[in-house]
């Protein structure tokens, strides 16, 4: 059972209207080759944010099992779901995002994103809290001016993730966002990691009753869509984007709907969702470490098999809560090794 609290307004959020413009500019050449490249990224500028919704939702997640209970409902999402949605498989990535002990610096990574120089990359950067960071405006401008339409679409993705999907700093994207995204061209797939860090911001707001959600809102929120044809080409997150949804039930009102909810109520598997394997377990432990850019956590997908039509286990926590660290100083190196060794 978990607790309800009162929950603040906590979901503070880049504004995405230079993003769109620079989207909505470019040619139907340049935008191909963006989605053969990165998948349906550029759908989340589109998806319109329902506070009340979320403020409710994030009442129900039980930092426990990692998952949203609405009184006998399990729901989470799932590693699958946000790769069909993002449709990453086109990218035929194969490798979960983990950090490395060492990696190239911040200025070395920005180097090789932006094809600039190192004065240019050193001017640029900024110290902002406990890291280093770079400003929207300055890669705004980069984009605005690259001469090189590959670099210009790398440097915009690094923005989506930094702004949108990973956004840390407002109007800053985080140096940890470009270390995952220098490895995004080495079959690494971002989905864990962005589970990962929508999990740990989850579970740190609700254990402390504030704090800013830094996660991906919009994933969060794609409920049911319209499912026609399933075709290569079909985008559920593009179909999203269009679909009406109600934005005038207060936030009390969704508490009462979701406190509420029935099994049959549900509908348990995404009529847009056909995977073929389903990740579940590691080795002998009854969930998966899923590592983020800033930390890792657990994922117990057993509790939620109902989503894909499969049978409930409750599952044993034993080591699930111990399964979370933020990566400071060198000890996070020792778990993840132990944890790989069993």
């Known amino acids: ?56 939702m994030t009442q129900f997640w039980n930092p426990t099992y990692s998952c949203f209970t609405f009184g006998k409902v399990d729901l989470v999402p799932t590693v699958e779901e946000y790769t069909i ?20 610096t911040f200025v070395k990574k920005l180097m090789s994103i ?25 890669l705004r401008d980069l984009i605005l001016t690259h001469p090189d339409v590959k670099k210009k679409i790398d440097v915009f993705t690094l923005c989506i993730y930094g702004l949108v999907i990973f956004p840390k700093a407002l109007r800053h994207v985080d140096e940890a966002v470009t270390d995952l995204f220098d490895r995004l061209n080495k079959r690494v797939i971002p989905i864990p990691a962005i589970l990962a860090e929508t999990f740990r911001s989850l579970n740190a707001c609700r254990r402390t009753g504030e704090g800013r959600f830094i996660g991906c809102t919009q994933l969060l929120l794609v409920d049911k869509v319209p499912y026609r044809v399933f075709s290569e080409s079909y985008s559920a997150l593009k179909e999203a984007t269009v679909t009406t949804r109600r934005d005038d039930i207060s936030e009390q009102r969704w508490m009462e709907i979701l406190q509420n909810l029935r099994e049959e109520d549900v509908e348990w598997k995404a009529p847009w969702m056909v995977p073929d394997e389903v990740l579940y377990r590691c080795g002998n432990f009854d969930w998966v470490l899923l590592p983020g850019i800033w930390g890792a956590v657990g994922y117990a997908l057993l509790l939620v098999l109902r989503q ?5 286990f409750i599952l044993v926590t034993y080591g699930l809560a111990q399964s979370e660290f933020s990566y400071n100083g060198d000890n996070y190196k020792k778990k993840i090794r132990e944890i790989s060794e069993a």
């Open 1 to 56: 059972m978990s607790n309800l609290s009162t929950y603040p307004d906590s979901i503070t959020q880049n504004e995405f209207c230079e993003l769109k413009e620079i989207w909505n500019q470019w040619d139907d050449e340049a935008k191909q080759l963006f989605y053969r490249s990165y998948g349906d990224l550029p759908y989340l500028l589109d998806i319109k944010v329902n506070k009340h919704l979320f403020r409710a």
């Open 85 to 104: 949605l993002l449709r990453c498989s086109r990218v035929q990535a194969d490798k979960a995002y983990f950090r490395a002990a060492n990696v190239p």
């Open 114 to 138: 932006t094809g600039m120089n190192e004065r240019w990359v050193a001017a640029k950067i900024q110290e902002k809290g406990e890291g280093k960071c770079i400003p929207w405006m300055s």
């Open 308 to 312: 894909y039509k499969a049978k409930q």
